[in-house]
C-alpha cells in the first residue's frame, strides 16, 4: 500500500490549507484513517481521524473547530482543511490508514500504513 500526501506549504496565519492523501488501494481495504503531525524537536502527535464508512470523526483538541476531515472513497482519498491556522500548527503532516479494526483511533501504533509527509508552515 502506498499513500500520497499532498498540499501543504507556507501560508499566513489565519489562513487556510487542504491537505490530500491518496492510497494506491480501494477504500474498501481499509477500516480507517487519519492524519497525524510532527513539529521540529517534538513527537509525532494524533491531529484527526475518520472510518471508511459513516461520518465519525476524531479530533484533537488543539484543531477542533479549525479542522476538518473528510473523503473521497471513490477516489481513495482522504483530506484535511485546515482553517484559522496559527504558528503552532507548523509541521509535517503524515496521513495513515489501518485495516485492522483494532486499536484506538488516536494512536500511531493503530496504523500500519503512511504517507510521506508534506510539510505545513504557518507564519505569523
Known amino acids: 500500500v502506498q499513500l500520497q500526501a499532498s498540499g501543504g506549504g507556507l501560508v499566513q496565519a489565519g489562513g487556510s490549507l487542504r491537505l490530500s492523501c491518496v492510497a494506491s488501494?480501494?477504500?474498501?481495504?481499509?477500516?480507517?484513517m487519519a492524519w497525524f503531525r510532527q513539529a521540529p524537536g517534538k513527537e509525532r502527535e494524533f491531529v484527526s481521524a475518520t472510518r471508511r464508512a459513516g461520518t465519525t470523526a476524531y479530533y484533537a483538541d488543539s484543531v477542533k473547530g479549525r479542522f476538518a476531515i473528510s473523503r473521497d472513497n471513490a477516489k481513495n482519498t482522504v483530506y484535511l482543511q485546515m482553517n484559522s491556522l496559527k504558528p503552532d500548527d507548523t509541521a509535517v503532516y503524515y496521513c495513515?490508514?489501518?485495516?485492522?479494526?483494532?486499536?484506538?483511533?488516536?494512536?500511531?501504533?493503530?496504523?500500519?500504513?503512511w504517507g510521506q509527509g508534506t510539510l505545513v508552515t504557518v507564519s505569523s
Open positions: 495513515a490508514f489501518r485495516k485492522d479494526y483494532s486499536g484506538s483511533a488516536y494512536e500511531l501504533r493503530s496504523y500500519e500504513y
Open positions: 488501494e480501494r477504500f474498501d481495504a481499509f477500516y480507517g
